[in-house]
């Protein structure tokens, strides 16, 4: 059984930061591929980044420096670090874990609210 638990999000004003955090229970997280999604109202789920095992990164056009992708595999958790938020931003993030092994197996944490007021 595998779990994954965000945390960190909240309502921050335009040009904030905030570090969302993506705990993984059972298993081994070194060798997942690690994701972060976002979904706003109406839209469909986008990609924000995403980590491999050997800490290789990519990132949603739209991020364009602004967020970074980071994993601490002691801890077992993922971060997404987010900086000059806009309010187009604001949606439901969500982490995913894939493992590398078995890449079409996915699981996906709750989602963890992020408002970004103008």
């Known amino acids: 059984q595998v779990e994954l638990v965000e945390s960190g999000g909240g309502l921050v004003q335009a040009g904030g930061s905030l570090r969302l955090s993506c705990v993984v229970y059972?298993?081994?997280?070194?060798?997942?591929?690690m994701d972060w999604y976002r979904q706003a109202p109406g839209n469909e789920r986008e990609l924000v980044a995403i980590?491999?095992?050997?800490?290789?990164?990519n990132y949603g056009d739209f991020v364009k420096g602004r967020f970074t992708i980071a994993r601490d595999n002691a801890r077992s958790t993922v971060y997404l670090q987010m900086n000059d938020l806009k309010p187009e931003d604001t949606a439901v993030y969500y982490c995913?874990?894939?493992?590398?092994?078995?890449?079409?197996?996915?699981?996906w944490g709750q989602g963890t609210q992020v408002t970004v007021s103008s």
């Open positions: 980590i491999s095992p050997g800490g290789s990164t």
């Open positions: 995913r874990a894939r493992p590398l092994m078995n890449i079409e197996t996915e699981y």
């Open positions: 059972g298993n081994t997280f070194s060798m997942y591929v």
